[in-house]
């Protein structure tokens, strides 16, 4: 049974750095793609950022230049780290999993995902 577990989550001011990682078991994490989405509240969910199983990368227009996605395939982890925070970045970050080794940018392209972390910015 494949588990994503998110972790490093928090309330900073603007401005600052915050690092999520999402350790994942019960997969062969080396081959799937994986990615990270927020939900703020009202809205609906949408990608942050994605990366292949080779390591390419994806991120969305709002976050390019302060967020990046990496991954640990030694430790099953893959991280997003978050700098420049601004309020608008508040929401519940989710971790998700695909079964292919490209990156997916649709919710629909992920079989796997967390439970969520919340992240809050104030201002």
């Known amino acids: 049974q494949a588990q994503l577990v998110e972790s490093g989550g928090g309330l900073v001011q603007a401005g600052a750095s915050l690092r999520l990682s999402c350790a994942a078991s019960?997969?062969?994490?080396?081959?799937?793609?994986m990615g990270w989405f927020r939900q703020a509240p009202g809205k609906q969910r949408e990608l942050v950022a994605a990366i292949s199983s080779g390591g390419s990368t994806k991120a969305a227009d709002s976050v390019k230049g302060r967020f990046t996605i990496s991954r640990d395939n030694a430790k099953n982890t893959v991280y997003l780290q978050m700098n420049s925070l601004k309020p608008e970045d508040t929401a519940v970050y989710y971790c998700?999993?695909?079964?292919?080794?490209?990156?997916?940018?649709?919710?629909?392209?992920?079989?796997?995902w967390g439970q969520g972390t919340q992240v809050t910015v104030s201002s």
């Open positions: 019960g997969l062969t994490f080396s081959r799937y793609g």
């Open positions: 998700a999993a695909r079964a292919m080794s490209w990156l997916g940018v649709t919710i629909s392209d992920y079989d796997y």
